[in-house]
């Protein structure tokens, strides 16, 4: 935003004054407030990026003081239950938008974001019924000057599809390295020593932020549990496969998944590895 001159002012609050000095140093905020309420006095748009734990105390603070006819957005990764805990806190002169743009890093804090850390990635907005179209045009606006592509969805739906597609891989990632962690105690270090590519990765989405992600599974609890007992249902049928030693099944499960891999380069969603996958010869 501020790279673009997208917003007149830039006012940031965060809870720790180091936080607070870091993104003045780092000149992506005009100014800071050591107060959320003084922070969005008078302000046109107001994003709360705050762990999903934390939007109801927030909304609460500064819902007195939001100017009549502000837009007040999100960035957090659950949808409904933030509209449960944001919307009892805020008047109907607000124009509340929930967000989540589909874009970070496994680091957390201001030297972790970056200025196109948007660019390409996907921003979903999931509007109330009575969403004020106006406000509605200016966030997608917002969104599309920093180079994302904004989709709306109901968020019901946003919660089960980001179940599938990030809750439960990471808490798989963090099972997994959990395990070899476990493990690593009796091979003498040889699991982190010796990791290959494939569980490299899954340390990477493990160091993710605890409390963030705690809240995640606090606040998506039926759709990821309804995606974790699909997932232990297909392991055990795959683990049945390698003790019957039937390698078919196990070569049609991979062939299959491997096209879905294949899909999501060619439709270019994947723009961390952006060769990867294409060409890469017989498959043996
Ligand atoms: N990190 C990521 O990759 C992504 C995170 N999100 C969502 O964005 C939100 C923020 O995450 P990050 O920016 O990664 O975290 P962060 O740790 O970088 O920033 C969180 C901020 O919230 C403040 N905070 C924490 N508890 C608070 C409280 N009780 N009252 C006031 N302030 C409080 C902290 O001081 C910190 O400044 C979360 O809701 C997360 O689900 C969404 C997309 C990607
Ligand atoms: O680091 C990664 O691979 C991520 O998946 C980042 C991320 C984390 C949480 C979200 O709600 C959206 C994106």
């Known amino acids: 935003m501020k790279r673009d001159g997208l917003a007149s002012e830039i006012i940031g609050f965060a809870k720790s004054e180091e936080t607070r000095a870091i993104a003045l140093e780092l000149e992506f905020v005009d100014r800071v ?75 957390s804090g201001p030297r972790s974001g970056f200025a196109d850390l948007f660019k390409n990635r996907w ?19 917002l969104w599309e000057g920093m180079g994302a592509n904004v989709e709306e969805m109901d968020p019901d ?9 990030s809750h439960a891989p990471h808490l ?32 990477r989405i493990a160091a993710s932020d605890p409390t963030m992600w705690r809240d995640v599974f606090l606040n998506n609890k039926e759709a990821t549990l309804e995606i974790l007992g699909r997932f232990t249902e297909e392991l055990f049928d795959l683990q049945r496969a390698i003790r019957r030693g039937d390698g078919q099944q196990l070569f049609d499960y991979f062939s299959r998944t491997r096209a879905i891999r294949r899909g999501i380069i060619e439709a270019g969603q994947d723009t961390d590895v952006p060769n990867f996958g294409r060409g890469d010869g017989d498959g043996a």
């Open 33 to 107: 407030e050591s107060s959320a309420a003084e922070a969005v006095r008078d302000a046109d748009l107001v994003v709360l990026c705050v762990p999903v734990g934390a939007m109801s105390a927030v909304a609460k603070e500064i819902g007195p003081v939001l100017k009549a006819g502000a837009t007040l957005t999100d960035v957090g990764s659950v949808k409904r239950s933030i509209i449960e805990l944001v919307s009892p806190h805020i008047t109907e002169d607000i124009h509340f938008i929930p967000g989540h743009p589909l874009a970070g890093t496994e680091n």
């Open 157 to 165: 739906h946003h919660d089960l599809v980001l179940a599938v597609t």
């Open 123 to 141: 921003c979903i907005l999931t509007p109330l019924a009575n969403t004020d179209a106006a406000a509605l045009d200016g966030l997608k606006n």
């Open 172 to 203: 798989i990632a963090y099972t997994m390295v959990g395990v070899a962690d476990d493990l690593s105690r009796v091979t003498d270090n040889e699991v982190v020593n010796y990791s290959a590519a494939g569980f490299r990765d899954f340390t």
